[in-house]
T-cell receptor, first 111, second 114 residues
Framework: GQSLEQPSEVTAVEGAIVQINCTYQTSGFYGLSWYQQHDGGAPTFLSYNGLDGLEETGRFSSFLSRSDSYGYLLLQELQMKDSASYFCAVAIYNQGGKLIFGQGTELSVKP | ETGVTQSPTHLIKTRGQQVTLRCSSQSGHNTVSWYQQALGQGPQFIFQYYREEENGRGNFPPRFSGLQFPNYSSELNVNALELDDSALYLC?????????????FGAGSRLTVL
């Protein structure tokens, strides 16, 4: 089967750093993506890792280790607007529109 | 460039009825995927369309069907609605079938089945 695991919720304070981990078990793995979703709105793309290592995009970074079937999203200098659900999602080879999503991590940023 | 638009945004149906949801893909995108998101869950892949043909399907029964039109817009049809079909239905478009693609999601159609 295909499965992804991530923590259900995380709480942090403004200005802090938080890491959201994701482990996966899938066939046809191509890469790992991260999406943000506010209150049931449209998921929006944050980051993609196709190779091992760290990808940095502003305050957000994402890491992938294919040998460990593990990745994480790192959010720095947290802001109140970062309160949202964060999903890791596995991309499948040659099925670009098909993402296998985790259950999501609800991040609450407190003042 | 315009993003992904979906209609209707909200709708209420009763068990046994049929529903059609519509999606306009982002300009320049030829692949459309549909997802079902139950409350508190991650989106679940229903199927994707590439150049008007179904190309990959998730674990959903045949009463979930779709179409893609020459302008790459798409429809999701659900027949014989069940209570468990109540969910947010998300449409996403992408440039092609590459696994590295970024999906652009619409805001969804929230379906309630009574």
């Amino acid at each position: 089967g295909q499965s992804l695991e991530q923590p259900s919720e995380v709480t942090a304070v403004e200005g802090a750093i938080v890491q959201i981990n994701c482990t996966y078990q899938t066939s046809g793995f191509y890469g790992l993506s991260w999406y943000q979703q506010h209150d049931g709105g449209a998921p929006t793309f944050l980051s993609y890792n196709g190779l091992d290592g760290l990808e940095e995009t502003g305050r957000f970074s994402s890491f992938l280790s294919r040998s460990d079937s593990y990745g994480y999203l790192l959010l720095q200098e947290l802001q109140m607007k970062d309160s949202a659900s964060y999903f890791c999602a596995v991309a499948i080879y040659n099925q670009g529109g098909k993402l296998i999503f985790g259950q999501g991590t609800e991040l609450s940023v407190k003042p | 460039e315009t993003g992904v638009t979906q209609s209707p945004t909200h709708l209420i149906k009763t068990r046994g009825q049929q529903v059609t949801l519509r999606c306009s893909s982002q300009s320049g995108h030829n692949t459309v995927s549909w997802y079902q998101q139950a409350l508190g869950q991650g989106p679940q892949f229903i199927f994707q369309y590439y150049r008007e043909e179904e190309n990959g399907r998730g674990n959903f029964p045949p009463r979930f069907s779709g179409l893609q039109f020459p302008n790459y817009s798409s429809e999701l049809n659900v027949n014989a609605l069940e209570l468990d079909d109540s969910a947010l239905y998300l449409c996403a478009s992408s440039r092609d079938l590459s696994g590295a693609n970024v999906l652009t999601f619409g805001a969804g159609s929230r379906l309630t089945v009574l």
